[in-house]
């Protein structure tokens, strides 16, 4: 405390002695002034703190036991007041005593034995597993190289021995362990071994003579914390000596130099492979280890082939989760990984990876083959390693924006992609030869069908850079130089190739023959499309027609079913190049009238209103997603759906207009209701898009002007973006001329007595044969009353057979008056429901049920009942319900 704070008079003279000593002493005195008036200082200060903290100290005594003392006696000090206060003088003297870290160490390994003690007196296998875990964690830091503490080793060997007596009870015990025991009992199992390995000398020692090891002076004096980089010069092999000079060296986490040897190679994969999908896992470190252990020398083919697949299965576990895709480089590095085990698979005939074969435990030793045997089988499978880098290029893929020269580069890495698909095709192809490795058919099926999936899109012939290239025959070209010249496939020789059409068709057929369920179903679909693409409409159609996949595609999987929705497109699109309307516009009918084509062809994701989407469904949505290569143009699409609508609504509009009598009939109700938004617009500017395009060819035809139609129709660009742009034009335009023929003679047929074939061949340039086929045919299916006199070339007009407006009026009436009818009975039954007897008549006021019973036809007139009805409703008295009114 400060002396400008102190009171009385003792303050005052302090202030006035030190102001006479500061203007009249020297320098030396004014710093031993100064320093008696800071020991002052501090001396009062003290006084002031004790005098608080007592005050403080009292007052929480006296809180505390002001209900036990009043008055004056709460300020005396009883006897076990002073005794409570030398007590707490010991506890704090207790306290003060620090624990090095060391016995802290120990303490908590001594506790950790006693809880692993008390689960085996208890049998609760469940606490010893996690005691065990706990146990080996605390003893890393209380080791000195390889030496443990004796408690340590005393308590993993008698736990060793109680687990061995207990497994031998549990074979002739007829009770079963309880599931959560016996999860601890298998994982101390698998732990156990494996960790006594390291200290089996001192094991053996300690069950040898327990009390000689436990009394012997080789204790450990004084564990030794190991850091994670060791700089000494440890005893390693001669690989490892440079890394050494410069004084660092590779250590787990033990603090243990790692010494990648040709024997500790399966010890090393062993330990990877347990801790893969653990948490708090170093994917990359162990990616890192494996490579190191793939470039030990020497090393056995086994070893390799082990190395590699635990090494490929590794990196694909970075692209692991839901949105997470595989790092290019790590996918690159996969891909070499792969066609490196391929070749060391083709080169060592005796050494075969084929699923279900038995793992081999010994880390020890190397396996070899079996006598009678002629292989030695390694457990895996290639072709899941195949299937992984192909779904992990196409999620990389969707991950990237397409317009950009990103994509166009990973595109890029199809080709080795391909390439790798068609050697393991070869490989599986060798191993079918042996009947006793028995490989199934469904690898070589599944491997063929990722062959399928890379080519079935792809034209033969595509522009590129204004020079024709053949596109799968590159590929198939630079797959079969990655091959030995001697090599051959017997599904797709060599000298075959080079054709598309028969590659498609040798692969889908084999897998139509050897195959089933969803892998036949597609090969099917892959050849339809591949035909439609090519223009074979009526192959694909018949294709399409005769597998009845359109009757049972519900049941396949959603990836199948979008194929079949590509297929269907692509079989419609090749119908309209062929000149086909009405069969173009009945096969994209389903897809194009649903107003879903982005969702049903994986080519985006549609957020619909009032949609409850959960984010585990938009997630999976989004993996079903088509790379962008293998889009359908939607405007393309969207272009023929609405032209083909067009070339067929226009002229029924006509035909139901000038007959009111023919019973109307939509074709396509998006077309329809885009017409009807069109024709509500008061103001229509020029045409800026597709739709608005063939709404304004829509309104010219239904005009009469062909030729203004055919115009726009002509004006859209997106035609461009297909084969053979000008036939497709000049089809378009022959097209509009034979509809604006027929809708001209359903819109004034009524005006007309007779018409010349020559008139109708000049107003619309089509050839007078071609004018007589499409009226004859008019007449053939009753769409036109009117006869052809091929004499005269003219068309004679029936006339009393239509409608006049009266008469259409008269029966659109009689039909809204019937419909309003038959909407009342079912509105009056509805309502009545429950009370069917209501509306009987009783005490003979009645005529019976209501109406009189039959009516004699629609609309006509009521007959029966009581044509006297009593005022104010007085006549209900029909059922329940009429005795409850009544009363």
Request: contains cysteine; charged residues 30%; aromatic residues 6%.
């Amino acid at each position: 405390m400060s002396r400008f704070f102190r009171d009385g008079g003792d303050s005052s003279t302090d202030s006035s002695s030190e102001e006479e000593e500061v203007y009249t002493s020297e320098e030396e005195e004014e710093k031993v002034q100064a320093e008696d008036e800071s020991s002052s200082e501090e001396e009062s200060d003290e006084e002031e703190s004790d005098e608080e903290s007592s005050s403080d100290e009292e007052s929480s005594s006296d809180e505390e036991e002001g209900t036990k003392k009043k008055g004056a006696s709460r300020f005396l000090q009883s006897d076990d007041e002073s005794e409570e206060e030398e007590e707490e003088q010991s506890d704090d003297e207790a306290t003060t005593k620090v624990k090095s870290a060391k016995d802290k160490r120990f303490d908590e390994l001594e506790s950790t034995i006693s809880q692993i003690q008390n689960g085996q007196k208890i049998n609760d296998w469940s606490l010893i597993a996690n005691e065990f875990d706990k146990l080996n964690r605390q003893v890393v830091k209380l080791q000195d190289g390889s030496k443990a503490p004796k408690s340590y080793i005393k308590a993993i060997a008698d736990l060793e021995d109680f687990m061995n007596e207990t497994l031998a009870k549990q074979k002739v015990t007829p009770k079963k362990m309880n599931a959560t025991n016996a999860r601890g009992l298998n994982a101390v199992k698998q732990r156990i071994r494996k960790n006594n390995k390291e200290y089996q000398a001192q094991i053996d020692a300690y069950r040898k003579d327990a009390d000689a090891f436990m009394e012997s002076d080789d204790e450990v004096a004084a564990p030794k914390v190991v850091s994670k980089v060791r700089f000494e010069a440890p005893v390693v092999s001669a690989e490892q000596q440079e890394e050494d000079d410069k004084g660092f060296s590779t250590v787990d986490s033990r603090g243990k130099v790692v010494q990648y040897t040709p024997e500790s190679i399966l010890k090393h994969l062993r330990a990877i492979i347990e801790s893969r999908g653990k948490k708090n896992t170093d994917r990359l470190e162990q990616i890192k280890v494996m490579e190191t252990l793939n470039k030990v020398v020497p090393i056995t083919p086994y070893q390799k082939i082990r190395v590699l697949q635990t090494l490929i299965s590794a990196r694909f576990d970075l692209g692991a989760g839901g949105a997470a895709q595989m790092p290019l480089d790590q996918w690159k590095a996969a891909e070499r990984d792969l066609a490196s085990l391929l070749e060391i698979l083709e080169k060592e005939k005796d050494h075969v990876v084929v699923e279900g074969a038995e793992e081999w435990d010994d880390d020890d030793k190397l396996p070899t083959i079996p006598e009678g045997e002629k292989y030695l089988k390694v457990p895996g499978s290639v072709v899941s390693l195949i299937e992984r880098l192909d779904d992990e290029l196409t999620r990389s893929l969707q991950a990237i924006d397409p317009h950009t020269s990103e994509y166009i580069d990973r595109l890029t890495d199809e080709g080795s992609l391909y390439n790798t698909i068609f050697r393991g095709l070869l490989y599986y192809e060798h191993l079918r030869k042996d009947a006793s490795l028995e490989v199934p058919q469904e690898s070589l099926s599944r491997i063929i069908q990722r062959r399928l999936d890379h080519v079935y899109y792809k034209p033969s012939l595509l522009i590129i850079f204004f020079q024709p290239a053949q596109v799968v025959k590159i590929l198939e070209e630079n797959a079969w130089k990655q091959v030995s010249a001697e090599a051959d496939s017997e599904i797709t020789p060599r000298s075959q190739s080079g054709d598309a059409g028969k590659l498609i068709n040798i692969l889908s057929n084999y897998l139509f023959e050897n195959s089933e369920g969803i892998i036949r179903a597609r090969a099917m679909l892959c050849q339809i499309y591949f035909l439609a693409l090519h223009d074979e409409y009526y192959k694909s159609r018949d294709l399409m027609l005769t597998s009845h996949l359109q009757e049972t595609i519900a049941n396949f999987d959603i990836a199948t079913q979008i194929l079949y929705n590509r297929t269907l497109v692509q079989v419609g699109l090749c119908a309209f190049r062929k000149g086909l309307v009405y069969d173009a516009q009945n096969t994209l009918q389903e897809i194009c009238g649903s107003g879903r084509q982005k969702e049903l062809l994986a080519q985006g994701v549609m957020i619909q209103r009032y949609s409850q989407v959960t984010p585990e469904q938009e997630r999976l949505e989004k993996q079903r997603q088509l790379p962008f290569h293998m889009h359908i143009n939607l405007e393309l699409l969207e272009c023929v759906y609405l032209t083909c609508s067009m070339l067929l609504e226009i002229p029924l509009l006509a035909q139901t207009g000038s007959s009111p009598d023919v019973k109307k009939r939509i074709i396509s109700k998006t077309y329809r209701r885009m017409l009807e938004y069109h024709e509500r617009q008061i103001f229509t500017g020029p045409p800026e898009n597709t739709r608005d395009h063939v709404m304004q060819a829509s309104k010219a035809l239904a005009a009469g002007e062909w030729k203004k139609a055919t115009d726009f129709i002509h004006s859209i660009k997106i035609w461009d973006l297909m084969p053979n742009t000008e036939g497709i034009k000049t089809m378009l335009a022959k097209q509009i001329q034979e509809e604006g023929l027929r809708t001209y003679l359903f819109t004034y047929a009524p005006f007309y007595d007779t018409l010349a074939i020559a008139t109708l061949s000049s107003m619309f340039e089509l050839d007078s044969r071609k004018v007589s086929a499409v009226v004859s045919k008019m007449i053939s299916h009753e769409e036109l009353a009117a006869a052809l006199d091929q004499v005269t070339e003219t068309v004679i007009f029936r006339k009393g057979v239509e409608l006049s407006r009266l008469q259409s009026l008269a029966l659109t009436l009689s039909d809204k008056a019937s419909s309003l009818i038959e909407t009342n009975e079912r509105t009056l039954e509805q309502k009545t429901q429950g009370s069917a007897n209501a509306f009987s008549r009783k005490d003979n006021r009645g005529g019976g049920q209501r109406g009189g019973g039959q009516r004699g036809g629609r609309g006509g007139a009521r007959t029966g009942g009581n044509p006297q009805r009593q005022a104010g409703g007085t006549q209900f008295t029909g059922g329940a319900l009429g005795n409850a009114v009544r009363g």
